[in-house]
C-alpha cells in the first residue's frame, strides 16, 4: 500500500472519530437541556403551589381562606355587600340583611368534639362580619366540620376552622370585605393578637375576600394589622383550644393539620340575633338648585362613610389561609 493510501485512511480515520466525539457531545447536551427544563418546570410548578396556597412569610404562613375569590363588584351601595364568588362548599344563601345591628354583642357558643367553647361576638366594629358568621351558623354551615389548620410556630398560635370541606380550600360562595383590625390607628406592620381573639381569614388585606373561615388565637401570636376582629373567646373556652394546640399537628410539624381531629359539631345562635337594623351614617346628595338659607354659608352634601372599613397571612391557609397566617 503506497504512503498516500494511508494518509487518506488515517485521514478517514480521524474523520470518522471527530465525528462520532461530536454527535456524543450533542447527545449529552440534549440530556443537560431535558434536566434542565424539568427541574425548571418542577420549581416553577412547586412556586405556584406555594403562592396558590400560602401568602408569603419569614416564619409561618398567615391565616389565609384560599375558598373566597377576590370580588370584583363595585362599591356596595349598603353596610354590608356578600357578593357571589366561587363555588360554596355547602350549599348556603347570603345574608340577607344588609344594615345588620351594629353596636352590642351576642354570645354563641362553639361545640366541638373536645369541649364547648363560649364566644362574644361583637357587633361594634364588625357588624357585616358578625352578621355573616350568624347566617352562617343558624343555616348548619358549620356544623359537623373539621378544623383544618394548627399552628405551633413562635410567633404564630392558632387554630383555623371554617371550611366544610376540611381542606382549607372552602367557601360560603361570597365574600365580604375587610373591617376593625386589632388595631386599625397603628401604622405597624404586625400586630399582637392577644389570646382568645377570633378573627376572620381572608386572602388579602385591604380587599373583599373574605368569607367563613375563621382562626382562634390560643396564644399571643404576631400578625399583619390587616385581619377582622370580631369575637372573643371565653376563659373556660380558651383552654379548649390551648389542649387542641398543645396537641400540635401531624407529624410534629409547625403548622398542618391538627394530630388529633377537631371537629366543629355546631355553632349555637340566640333566637333572633340577625334581626334588627343598624343606624349607619347616610349620603345626602346636594340639590344644585337648593338656594343656602344663610347667605354666608354654602349647601355642602354630607360625606359618605365607607359601607365595608378597610383595615390579612393562617393557613391554607393556611392556616392560613394561611394559606398562609390564618393561607395568612
Avoid at 6 to 20: F, G, P, Y
Avoid at 308 to 315: G, R
Wanted: proline letters at 9%; glycine letters at 8%.
Amino acid at each position: 500500500m503506497s504512503d498516500n493510501q494511508q494518509r487518506r485512511d488515517a485521514a478517514k480515520r480521524k474523520l470518522q472519530r471527530q465525528l462520532e466525539r461530536r454527535q456524543q457531545q450533542a447527545r449529552s447536551r440534549r440530556q443537560r437541556l431535558v434536566i434542565l427544563g424539568v427541574v425548571v418546570g418542577v420549581v416553577v410548578v412547586a412556586t405556584t403551589v406555594w403562592l396558590v396556597t400560602r401568602p408569603a412569610s419569614t416564619t409561618t404562613a398567615s391565616p389565609s381562606d384560599t375558598g373566597s375569590a377576590t370580588s370584583t363588584s363595585t362599591e356596595p351601595t349598603t353596610p354590608c355587600s356578600y357578593p357571589a364568588a366561587g363555588t360554596a362548599a355547602k350549599e348556603v344563601s347570603a345574608p340577607a340583611n344588609l344594615s345588620p345591628l351594629n353596636s352590642g354583642t351576642v354570645d354563641v357558643t362553639l361545640a366541638f368534639n373536645s369541649g364547648d367553647v363560649p364566644v362574644t361576638l361583637d357587633r361594634t366594629d364588625a357588624p357585616c362580619t358578625v352578621n355573616s358568621f350568624l347566617s352562617l351558623a343558624s343555616q348548619g354551615f358549620y356544623d359537623a366540620t373539621d378544623c383544618w389548620r394548627v399552628t405551633d410556630a413562635d410567633a404564630l398560635k392558632i387554630l383555623q376552622c371554617g371550611d366544610p370541606s376540611g381542606k382549607g380550600n372552602g367557601g360560603p360562595g361570597y365574600t365580604f370585605a375587610d373591617e376593625a383590625a386589632v388595631d386599625p390607628t397603628s401604622t405597624a406592620t404586625t400586630q399582637t393578637y392577644p389570646a382568645g381573639t377570633v378573627a376572620m381569614a381572608n386572602t388579602g388585606p385591604g380587599t373583599a375576600t373574605n368569607g367563613s373561615q375563621f382562626f382562634i388565637v390560643y396564644a399571643d401570636s404576631t400578625l399583619p394589622p390587616g385581619y377582622t376582629v370580631f369575637g372573643q373567646v371565653s376563659a373556660d373556652g380558651l383552654g379548649v383550644i390551648q389542649a387542641i394546640g398543645a396537641k400540635g399537628a401531624v407529624k410534629n410539624v409547625q403548622d398542618g393539620p391538627p394530630s388529633e381531629t377537631v371537629t366543629l359539631t355546631s355553632v349555637s345562635v340566640p333566637e333572633g340575633s340577625l334581626d334588627g337594623t343598624g343606624s349607619y351614617p347616610t349620603t345626602t346628595a346636594a340639590d344644585p338648585n337648593a338656594v343656602p338659607t344663610d347667605p354666608g354659608l354654602e349647601t355642602v352634601p354630607s360625606e359618605a362613610v365607607p359601607s365595608d372599613p378597610a383595615t390579612e397571612d393562617p393557613t391554607t391557609g393556611d392556616p392560613a389561609t394561611s394559606e398562609a397566617a390564618p393561607t395568612s
